[in-house]
């Protein structure tokens, strides 16, 4: 049996040593997947753009993508039953998947939609390994990008916080 403070101490230096940037998947309160990044000549200034919420929309997509393709297939291979019965495969679950951008810990931006609209058997067996390195690109690419490039105003508002709220927060 391994010693329990051995063990926090390791899952402790694990903590210290994790990047500060990451995307979560969940779908309900359990996590799909995780991932923990680097970001080159990060701009603080990127997480109050409108480009960042266009790469999430594009991020999801992704997702979205990959979920109708396997619930195509799905389909297909399960037209018969399909065919004897409309509702098969489905459950009334209330469930819905999240995706967040965090840094440092704080979320920066989440997005929730309805996970219903897929086949029981696909909203639960999510693999978007293929599209991670994809889905973390985008990320850096909005998070690291010169402040002239990125939209943080809109209509006439400005989507930066007050510099008040800035000082409250750290």
Known sequence: ?????LTQT??????SFREPYEFLFKINENIIVQRFFTVGNYNPESIYSLELKDAVDD?????????????LDFMDEFKYYFADDPNFD???????????????????????WD??????????DVNIKRHIARIISII???LSMPSRKLTT???????????????QKN
């Open 115 to 124: 996970a219903t609209i897929y086949p029981a058997k696909i909203r639960y």
């Open 10 to 15: 390791l899952i402790d230096r694990s903590k």
């Open 153 to 167: 105003k809109f209509q006439h508002y400005s989507l930066t916080p007050p510099a008040d709220v800035n000082e």
């Open 140 to 142: 850096q690419s909005i």
């Open 1 to 5: 049996m391994a010693n329990p403070s």
């Open 59 to 71: 991020c999801i997509g992704i997702i979205q993508d990959e979920l109708k393709n396997r619930t």
């Open 90 to 112: 489905r459950n009334d679950s209330p469930d819905k998947y999240l995706f967040q951008v965090r840094v440092n810990g704080k979320i920066v931006i989440e997005r929730y």
